[in-house]
Each structure stands twice: as C-alpha cells, then as structure tokens.
C-alpha cells in the first residue's frame, strides 16, 4: 500500500498525507451513501484500510467493522479512488492558480472555429503549458473576422477565471481569458512600461471595445507605451492626465 500511495501522489500532484486523506473520505463518502448509515475509513498503521459502521441498536450506537475486499471489487476500488484523487488534484491546481485571476497573460493561439471559442495555449506558472478559453462573446467584434487569431498567433488577454469543472465524468480545470476587459488595458500599459510600471499611477476609466480606452494618470505615459497598447488591442488609447485618481 505505501507503494501504491506514493505512486498515486506523484501522479495527482499531490502530498503523501493528501493522498491518505483522500482515501479516508472517498471511500467515507461512498460507504456511507451504500449503507445510509455513517461510515468511517481509517488507513492504520502497515497500510491497511480499516472500515467500520456506526449505528444505533437498542438506542446505543454500535460499531461493526467491514471486510472491504467483500464490499468493493478490485474494479470498484480503483474507480471511487482515481476520481476521487483526479478531482482533488484540481481542486488543488485551481487553488494554486486563483491568485493568478485578473492578470495579464500572454498565449499562442491552438484552435479557433467559426462560432466557437479560441482554445489558447498559455502559461499561468514559468513552463507549465496549459489550454485555456476565450469565448467568442469575450472578444471584441472588431477583431473576430479580422485573421489576428489564427492558430500559431501570440495575443494577450486578461486572465477572467479559473475554475474546477467536470468534462465527460473528469475533472478538469477550466481557465477562461477575455479580450474586453479594462483591466487588459491597465495590465498592458503595466507590460510595455516593464520596470518603470512602478512610477506611474493610472487607471482605465471605461472600455468602449473596439473603439477606446480612456485612462486616467498623474504623469504623461510614453508615447511608444501608448502606440504598443493601441496596436495589440486595435482601439484607441485616449490618455488624460490628472492631479489624482479618482
């Protein structure tokens, strides 16, 4: 069982302990449903499960302890545990990756169909590849016709959510970008001022998609900051400068 335990956390991503935990209420869990009656699992010492029922008799509760290989086929045991361990490994990444929402990222561009949403290869962590969505309303009208998200191209977009979701019974996570936010705008401007990004204060006011951005800053931003923003979301960057942000 140590084996197999340290077989399975590798491949979920997962701990030694979590592993061991996720075991316990899996099969918690399912007992418990089978039987209608609280059942506890419990992996004791030499690796062995330990399953025992707790109900009343007589108005007193009573413990009785089961045979699992009597309750659960091989066939049985693996898939409650595979499932189990695949949608906590998610649970897991999505976690891990929540703090990421609402940030810039940069992706290449893997599928895009007529009336469907782009499947964008990026990267949330440094060299960890993964697919990620837009939906076709999350792009602006201006650009869905106009050839710039062809499989091989590179776009930003604004990191909307991330999310665990089932696709066919699997776990999977789910992390949708978008074209139209005004934060893409402020993140951008961030991106193409690089270290000086610090030294300056501005906010987008309001997005009209496809047509402008309005910032509002306390200093004149550069003009090849400016032009670069324009260019990658092909509206006009309208800047006006301010004593403070609202």
């Not at 951008?188 to 204060?201: E, I, P, S």
């Not at 987008?204 to 003009?223: A, D, E, M």
């Amino acid at each position: 069982m140590q084996s197999i335990i340290l077989s399975l956390a590798s491949r979920y991503a997962l701990s030694t302990a979590e592993v061991i935990q996720e075991i316990e209420s899996a099969f918690a869990r399912q007992l418990s449903q089978w039987y209608r009656q609280e059942v506890m699992v419990f992996l004791r010492e030499g690796m062995q499960l330990e399953v025992v029922t707790y109900g009343p008799r007589n108005g007193l509760p009573v413990q009785h302890i089961l045979d699992l290989p009597a309750v659960l086929s091989r066939n049985q045991f693996t898939t409650i545990l595979e499932n189990h361990l695949a949608m906590a490994a998610v649970i897991k990444q999505v976690r891990l990756l929540k703090g990421f929402e609402r940030r810039l990222l940069w992706g290449e561009v893997v599928r895009n169909r007529a009336g469907d949403h782009l499947l964008v290869e990026t990267e949330i962590i440094p060299d960890e590849p993964i697919i990620a969505i837009c939906p076709v309303n999350r792009i602006g009208l201006h650009e869905r016709h106009t050839g710039r998200f062809q499989p091989g191209q590179r776009r930003a977009f604004h990191l909307r959510r991330i999310e665990p979701v089932l696709v066919n019974g699997t776990p999977r996570t789910k992390v949708i970008l978008d074209r139209v936010s005004k934060t893409l705008t402020e993140n951008l401007l961030r991106y193409y001022l690089g270290d000086a990004a610090h030294r300056f204060h501005f906010r987008c006011l309001t997005r009209y998609v496809g047509h402008k951005s309005v910032v509002l800053t306390t200093r004149r931003l550069p003009h090849q900051v400016i032009i670069a923003v324009d260019r990658e979301l092909q509206e006009r960057i309208e800047v006006r400068i301010v004593k403070a942000l609202p």
